[in-house]
Structure formats: C-alpha cells, structure tokens
C-alpha cells in the first residue's frame, strides 16, 4: 500500500500541494488549467525572447519539457487545449442553453434525445456530415 503525505509549501502563487510517494520520492504538484497555459506562455517567451533552453524554462516554469517543446516547434497550437475538439462555440452552446430554457418554462420537458436532436440541427446547418448520429 503507498503512502501519500500532504506537505505544502509556499509559492509565488500562494500556496501549492505536493502529494510525496514515500516508496519512490515522486511529486505531484496540482494545478488548475488557467495556470498552466499562463506558465506554457511564460515558458515560451523566455525561450523565444531571453534565449533561455527548454529544458530550464521548463524546469523553471514547471511545465514538462515535450509539451513546451511541441508548442514551440509548431506541432501542437500555442491556445491548445486537451482533450476532444469542441463541436460547438460558445455561443452556440449558449443558444441550445437558452432553447432548453425557454421550453422548460413554457412547461414543455426537454428530454436527453431532444437536446441531441437539436444539437444534431445546429451542426448539420453548420455543414457536418453525420454516421449513426456520430459526426464524422
């Protein structure tokens, strides 16, 4: 069974949390996303402007060393995110918000297959071409 002790220590954005492995000495430090794509920025631009090497703006900024790599090398998006794209802008998410809404105060329930069905209108007039009710 692994232990985990909480130690805490201050950092220039208050205060962070290491999770320590007692077996292996390894740390996990948590950070919200906002923060890492401050610290990727960060890190590019000592790369890019001071001349400092990856491998310490990484050290420095506490990002790993191959994501800031791939940034700076082109092959990821400088505003990427993780995980799958996003079929919907903002406002479109907010204008299908809105319908579910508006019928629901009409006293009209909106079911899990209405929104899809919606959501499926929206992307077709947005030109998507759907397989078994997976865009393709």
């Known amino acids: 069974?692994?232990?985990?002790v909480n130690i805490s220590q201050p950092c220039n954005n208050g205060q962070q949390t290491l999770?320590?492995?007692k077996k292996k000495q390894t740390r996990q430090i948590?950070?919200?996303g906002s923060q890492l794509s401050q610290r990727l920025a960060?890190?590019?631009?000592?790369?890019?402007?001071?001349?400092?090497?990856?491998?310490?703006?990484?050290?420095?900024?506490?990002?790993t060393r191959q994501s800031l790599q791939r940034r700076i090398n082109g092959e990821i998006?400088?505003?990427?995110?993780?995980?799958?794209?996003?079929?919907?802008?903002?406002?479109?998410?907010?204008?299908i918000k809105n319908w579910i809404f508006s019928n629901v105060d009409q006293g009209?329930?909106?079911?899990?297959?209405?929104?899809?069905v919606k959501a499926?209108?929206?992307?077709?007039?947005?030109?998507?071409?759907?397989?078994?009710?997976l865009p393709l």
């Open 42 to 63: 960060l890190a590019i631009q000592s790369v890019k402007v001071d001349g400092v090497s990856v491998r310490q703006a990484a050290k420095d900024y506490d990002v």
């Open 30 to 32: 948590s950070y919200d």
């Open 1 to 4: 069974m692994k232990k985990q």
């Open 77 to 95: 998006a400088l505003n990427a995110r993780p995980g799958r794209m996003k079929y919907f802008s903002d406002s479109e998410e907010k204008e």
């Open 120 to 133: 499926i209108q929206l992307l077709k007039q947005k030109g998507m071409i759907f397989y078994y009710f």
């Open 108 to 116: 009209f329930p909106i079911s899990r297959r209405d929104v899809i």
């Open 19 to 21: 999770l320590m492995n």
